[in-house]
């Protein structure tokens, strides 16, 4: 089961690009890497998911390098509804198997 | 598209008694989740459905607690009895596992159980 190491907190400014980085060294060849965003009182949403390279939607960008033993979430000029908890996790997707670990996540403030 | 339903919302209950939580998942999603999450403990999953099949319940802490998938539409989580350690937020999640969309989940908004 791979796990994740990522901050346990980051402060920004609104307006500026945020990037949080998510360790994952012992990632395996069928993993993929899905980040998640949880607001309080609320469930976790998804927000991006990846493999290799570089991975973009309207909401983030996820960059993967070429070992892919980290991953870093980009949110472009982040506002105060930004402020959140963000998964990292690492699992594999085939069909029978299930291991996919929610960590403590990293705690986004934005600051006006 | 309604979204993954949950029931209750909010749940207190007494030491000892049972406790039933509903979930519906998104219509056409084959997996079924439940998880927990507490401040101690974050997110943990309890047990994963697919198909209406109970995958993984390697999460569920012991005995008392029981899940059931009689059909695609509709799951429960059962706590009997219930003990105060028990109380956190349940969330159910959904997602079509078919084409590597298994970790692309959905999930309700939570049903906050307090046991006194």
């Known amino acids: 089961l791979a796990k994740t190491t990522q901050p346990i907190s980051m402060d920004s400014y609104e307006g500026q690009e945020v990037n949080i980085t998510c360790s994952h060294n012992n990632i395996a060849t069928n993993d993929y890497i899905t980040w998640y965003q949880q607001f309080p009182s609320q469930g976790p949403r998804f927000i991006i998911q990846g493999y290799k390279t570089k991975v973009t939607n309207e909401v983030a960008s996820l960059f993967i390098p070429a070992d892919r033993k980290s991953s870093t979430l980009s949110l472009p000029r982040v506002s105060l509804s930004d402020t959140a908890v963000y998964y990292c996790l690492v699992g594999d997707s085939g069909a029978g198997s299930y291991q996919l670990t929610f960590g403590k996540g990293t705690k986004l403030s934005v600051i006006p | 598209d309604a979204g993954v339903i949950q029931s209750p919302r909010h749940e207190v209950t007494e030491m000892g008694q049972e406790v039933t939580l509903r979930c519906k998942p998104i219509?056409?999603?084959?997996?079924l989740f439940w998880y927990r999450q507490t401040m101690m403990r974050g997110l943990e999953l309890l047990i994963y459905?697919?198909?209406?099949?109970?995958?993984?319940d390697s999460g569920m802490p012991e005995d008392r607690f029981s899940a059931k998938m009689p059909n695609a539409s509709f799951s429960t989580l059962k706590i009997q009895p219930s003990e105060p350690r028990d109380s956190a937020v349940y969330f159910c999640a959904s997602s079509n596992n078919l084409a590597g969309g298994l970790y692309e989940q959905y999930f309700g908004p939570g049903t906050r159980l307090t046991v006194t």
């Open positions: 219509s056409g999603h084959n997996s």
């Open positions: 459905f697919n198909n209406n099949v109970p995958i993984d």
